[in-house]
């Protein structure tokens, strides 16, 4: 079963805030959300992760909400090479991570 | 931190021979590993997990006599595709749990090994 939602695709212009969302409704109360992601041709990246309090690090920023029923992954400048598809996965201690199709990201100069 | 490398990172062979992959987390100890293979234009697939020490664990649909899997130290699994065919054309990707006691066990991941079957 699916644990989350993102859209199949968005586009962000060059230099400007990509905001992207992922609905987890059902996470349970021990289940971290984790943000990947994968340049064409490469391993999966690891961006950031959060319980429930907001994260920032160099690559991003996560928000999640209140109710932890849905998060968003920020990248506050927005390069080309953030072009990629971007996974938001629910993780619990010990689980292995299991892909849906992600979000495509389109950076346009 | 947390560098997780595969070798080789692309191979060809001929079909019916076996290849090797290695895939090493390079400054952390990782009890858990695991294998996942990328068709074009499709989403990553876990095939197996690896734990250091014993036998891998497969996915279902996954054969294990096929795809055998070694892990045996803390920084090392070997992914061997025994009797290759064409359709094990694929980009196979590996990643470790870094086992440093962190509360969230986080996986990070291999540049992957692009595999060609003639």
């Known amino acids: 079963d699916a644990k989350t939602t993102q859209p199949t695709s968005m586009d962000c212009a060059e230099g400007r805030a990509a905001n992207l969302p992922c609905n987890h409704s059902?996470?349970?109360?021990?289940?971290?959300v984790y943000w990947y992601r994968q340049i064409h041709s490469q391993g999966p990246q690891y961006i950031i992760h959060g319980l429930k309090n907001n994260e920032t690090n160099e690559m991003a920023s996560l928000i999640i909400t209140e109710d932890r029923k849905s998060s968003t992954l920020i990248l506050p400048h927005a390069t080309l090479r953030d072009t990629a598809v971007y996974y938001c996965i629910v993780l619990g201690s010990y689980d292995k991570v299991i892909f849906g199709p992600g979000t495509s990201l389109s950076v346009i100069p | 931190g947390a560098v997780v490398s595969q070798h080789p990172s692309w191979v060809i062979c001929k079909s019916g021979t076996s290849v090797k992959i290695e895939c090493r987390s390079l400054d952390f100890q990782a009890t858990t590993m695991f294998w996942y293979r990328q068709f074009p234009k499709q989403s990553l697939m876990l095939m197996a997990t690896?734990?250091?020490?014993?036998?891998?664990?497969?996915e279902q649909g996954v054969e294990k006599d096929k795809f055998l899997i070694n892990h045996a130290s803390l920084t090392l699994s070997t992914l061997t595709v025994t009797s290759a065919h064409p359709e094990d054309s694929s980009f196979y990707i590996c990643?470790?749990?870094?086992?440093?006691?962190?509360?969230?066990?986080?996986?990070?991941f291999g540049p992957g090994t692009r595999l060609t079957v003639l």
């Open positions: 690896s734990n250091e020490g014993s036998k891998a664990t497969y």
């Open positions: 059902t996470i349970s109360g021990n289940e971290y």
């Open positions: 990643s470790a749990r870094d086992s440093s006691g962190s509360r969230t066990d986080t996986q990070y």
